[in-house]
């Protein structure tokens, strides 16, 4: 599937620029969802639970495209 690179603000990807799949017409989609697993080094032996971070398609279409963080996932955290 084609892709397009997009910069991410804000969030814990903050700053980078990633390619985004678009759909058959060759559109972006409005909202991305990022998993992210991380582990915590210390006294735990479990690994941390899964948090999905939302970005939502920036008003402001410039080029690259930019999607701006608006928070974990409901129930997420």
């Known amino acids: ?38 582990v915590y080094v210390g006294a735990s032996d479990r690994p941390s639970p899964l948090v999905r971070f939302r970005y939502v398609r920036d008003v402001d279409d410039g080029d690259p495209p930019i999607f701006r963080y608006v928070g974990p996932v409901d129930g997420d955290l």
């Open 1 to 38: 599937m084609p892709a397009v690179e997009a910069w991410f603000v804000g969030g814990p990807v903050d700053g980078r620029i990633s390619p985004i799949e678009v759909d058959e017409a060759g559109f972006l989609p409005e909202e991305i969802v990022l998993p992210q697993l991380g």
